[in-house]
T-cell receptor, first 110, second 112 residues
Framework: GQSLEQPSEVTAVEGAIVQINCTYQ??????LSWYQQHDGGAPTFLSY????GLEETGRFSSFLSRSDSYGYLLLQELQMKDSASYFC???????????FGDGTTLTVKP | DVKVTQSSRYLVKRTGEKVFLECVQD?????MFWYRQDPGLGLRLIYF???????EKGDIPEGYSVSREKKERFSLILESASTNQTSMYLC???????????FGSGTRLTVV
């Protein structure tokens, strides 16, 4: 089975940097994905890491260490619109199905 | 703009009814998925499909079945709806293991 752990809540101020960690225990690991979900909306894909290291997409970066079964999402220059839930998800080798963490609620304050 | 379209945004059904949730994608993706999302329980995989007519059970398949007769369409069927199936249902598709999902906008189902 799969097991992912991420913090349930994070609070930060506008303009700051925040890091959301994710640790996983899994079989059939292929890669780690991150999603954003605003209240009432569907999750939207942010990033994917298949290899160790950092992937950067604008203000968002994601990191993976396969040997440590650990990854994180880094959000820079926080904006109010970044207030949302963020999910890490393990991509599995079997048809690319994913197991999701329980999500981290990020609140950005002025 | 690539899309996953779910047929209904909100649905209210009675206990015991057979319910069909439809999902269509226009990205020619092989893989399609049905999840349900409940407060405190996160996203849980119900069924997935990696090819036409192929399907596999996810983590919580009981009370559900699926149909994939065409590549672009993946249907979730609640054989006999029950109140504990009241939930947000999310359909998604992907190109494969090294890619993320594209989700539909979700169907909020209430069973009364």
């Amino acid at each position: 089975g799969q097991s992912l752990e991420q913090p349930s809540e994070v609070t930060a101020v506008e303009g700051a940097i925040v890091q959301i960690n994710c640790t996983y225990q899994t079989s059939g690991f292929y890669g780690l994905s991150w999603y954003q979900q605003h209240d009432g909306g569907a999750p939207t894909f942010l990033s994917y890491n298949g290899l160790d290291g950092l992937e950067e997409t604008g203000r968002f970066s994601s990191f993976l260490s396969r040997s440590d079964s650990y990854g994180y999402l880094l959000l820079q220059e926080l904006q109010m619109k970044d207030s949302a839930s963020y999910f890490c998800a393990v991509n599995e080798a079997n048809a690319g199905k994913s197991t999701f963490g329980d999500g981290t609620t990020l609140t950005v304050k002025p | 703009d690539v899309k996953v379209t779910q047929s209904s945004r909100y649905l209210v059904k009675r206990t015991g009814e057979k319910v069909f949730l439809e999902c269509v994608q226009d990205m020619d993706h092989e893989n399609m998925f049905w999840y349900r999302q409940d407060p405190g329980l996160g996203l849980r995989l119900i069924y997935f499909s990696y090819d036409v007519k192929m399907k596999e059970k996810g983590d919580i398949p009981e009370g559900y079945s699926v149909s994939r007769e065409k590549k672009e369409r993946f249907s979730l069927i609640l054989e006999s709806a029950s109140t504990n199936q009241t939930s947000m249902y999310l359909c998604a598709s992907s190109k494969g293991q090294a890619y993320g999902y594209t989700f539909g906008s979700g169907t909020r189902l209430t069973v009364v």
